[in-house]
């Protein structure tokens, strides 16, 4: 998740680990450049799982140029990003959007197919600000012939808000004769599996809870192979924190703090109803005081208490997830 997972995505995937790993996106354009971070993932084999490059842009030599030299570096496979949903992004028309010119998707898909020989997967929603030309998109992706199709159950300028609508999975899995991924919303293993079922859906994407439950993957795997699931309590979510924290790079506290403030954001929304160590870890001035916040709230007597389910009306990132004219979500 550009700007947020960087340099920690290898400990996210440690605990579960997923199927497969999509990287933060590449923005791809004239001058691009490949950011180092998000090699690394392919580059380093840093997850151990197969590592799908997610590339941006909007003109298709380029973004052809650019798939090339990342499969060659290692890339398992190459996902396009047609759904970004942050106003500095889409006001570019990339992401997001492209959606509002679906004869240039349709160019760019074609460019992209006819030179990847990989597994090639586009990730989108369900429209730009309505679902008009869902159909059209639809039929779009078929004749591109992609080999997995990734649907956020909402439109662009829905951003965050209101509710995923499940019915456009449906659709998608009914229409496409790839393997369709449902996104959005996901909580927890018991919401993922009930969304293949009753979807049609071939797997499911999980983005921000898997940032606060990384061991969500392996929860929906347990419970596909009808096992009981992990169920991890509050040291263990201390020992996860403790984890991001070991793996930062050498750098000054400041940023090391600004790095794991978002991840505290999203675990804080699972610690306690009222929200008090949410609140406590946002306005932490220190690496020490917020690791100190967290040996207060996680463990001694909280310890053993169950964690990862999200408390109703916590919000982790609320400048972020509800403020649909948020310019912030990408840096
Ligand atoms: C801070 C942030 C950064 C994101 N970066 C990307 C990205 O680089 N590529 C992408 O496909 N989606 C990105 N997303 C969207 C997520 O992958 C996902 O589609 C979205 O959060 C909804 O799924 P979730 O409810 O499981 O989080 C980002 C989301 C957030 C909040």
């Given at each position: 998740m550009?700007?947020?997972?960087?340099?920690?995505?290898?400990?996210?995937?440690?605990?579960?680990p997923?199927?497969?790993?999509?990287?933060?996106?590449?923005?791809?354009?004239?001058?691009?450049?490949?950011?180092?971070?998000?090699?690394?993932l392919?580059?380093?084999?840093?997850?151990?799982?197969?590592?799908?490059a997610?590339?941006?842009?909007?003109?298709e030599a380029?973004?052809?140029?650019a798939?090339?030299?990342?499969?060659?570096?290692?890339?398992?496979?190459?996902?396009?990003?047609?759904?970004?949903p942050?106003?500095?992004?889409?006001?570019?028309?990339?992401?997001?959007?492209?959606?509002?010119?679906?004869?240039?998707?349709?160019?760019?898909?074609?460019?992209?197919?006819?030179?990847?020989?990989?597994?090639?997967?586009?990730?989108?929603?369900?429209?730009?600000?309505?679902?008009?030309?869902?159909?059209?998109l639809?039929?779009?992706?078929?004749?591109?012939?992609?080999?997995?199709?990734?649907?956020?159950?909402?439109?662009?300028?829905?951003?965050?808000?209101?509710?995923?609508?499940?019915?456009?999975?449906?659709?998608?899995?009914?229409?496409?004769?790839?393997?369709?991924?449902?996104?959005?919303?996901?909580?927890?293993?018991?919401?993922?599996?009930?969304?293949?079922?009753?979807?049609?859906?071939?797997?499911?994407?999980?983005?921000?809870?898997?940032?606060?439950?990384?061991?969500?993957?392996?929860?929906?795997?347990?419970?596909?192979?009808?096992?009981?699931?992990?169920?991890?309590?509050?040291?263990?979510?201390?020992k996860?924190?403790?984890?991001?924290?070991?793996?930062?790079?050498?750098?000054?506290?400041?940023?090391?703090?600004?790095?794991l403030?978002?991840?505290?954001?999203?675990?804080?929304?699972?610690?306690?109803?009222?929200?008090?160590?949410?609140?406590?870890?946002?306005?932490?001035?220190?690496?020490?005081?917020?690791?100190?916040?967290?040996?207060?709230?996680?463990?001694?007597?909280?310890?053993d208490?169950?964690?990862?389910?999200?408390?109703?009306?916590?919000?982790?990132?609320?400048?972020?997830?509800?403020?649909?004219?948020?310019?912030?979500?990408i840096?």
């Open positions: 550009r700007g947020l997972t960087q340099g920690l995505t290898k400990i996210v995937c440690k605990y579960g997923p199927d497969c790993l999509f990287t933060e996106f590449f923005r791809v354009h004239k001058n691009y450049c490949l950011e180092e971070d998000n090699l690394a392919i580059v380093q084999k840093q997850v151990g799982v197969p590592v799908i997610q590339l941006m842009g909007e003109d380029y973004l052809v140029e798939a090339k030299k990342l499969v060659a570096m290692g890339a398992d496979g190459i996902d396009f990003n047609l759904g970004c942050a106003p500095r992004v889409f006001r570019k028309n990339v992401g997001g959007g492209l959606l509002r010119d679906l004869d240039r998707v349709a160019i760019i898909l074609k460019a992209l197919r006819a030179e990847l020989t990989c597994t090639f997967s586009v990730k989108t929603r369900v429209g730009f600000d309505s679902d008009k030309d869902f159909e059209k639809l039929e779009i992706i078929q004749n591109a012939q992609i080999d997995l199709f990734t649907l956020h159950g909402r439109t662009v300028k829905a951003f965050y808000s209101g509710t995923v609508d499940t019915r456009y999975f449906k659709r998608a899995a009914q229409v496409l004769p790839c393997p369709v991924v449902a996104n959005g919303d996901i909580q927890t293993a018991e919401q993922a599996i009930a969304l293949i079922e009753n979807t049609g859906c071939r797997g499911v994407m999980i983005g921000r809870a898997a940032i606060r439950n990384p061991w969500i993957f392996g929860q929906i795997r347990s419970l596909l192979n009808g096992e009981r699931p992990f169920q991890p309590t509050l040291s263990d979510a201390r996860y924190v403790q984890d991001l924290y070991d793996a930062l790079p050498d750098v000054s506290d400041a940023i090391k703090l600004s790095s403030k978002p991840f505290l954001n999203y675990i804080g929304i699972a610690v306690d109803p009222d929200g008090t160590f949410l609140q406590k870890v946002r306005r932490s001035t220190s690496t020490s005081e917020m690791l100190a916040l967290c040996d207060t709230h996680l463990l001694g007597p909280h310890a208490k169950p964690y990862a389910t999200p408390y109703a009306g916590l919000i982790a990132r609320p400048n972020r997830e509800k403020d649909s004219a948020s310019d912030d979500l840096p």
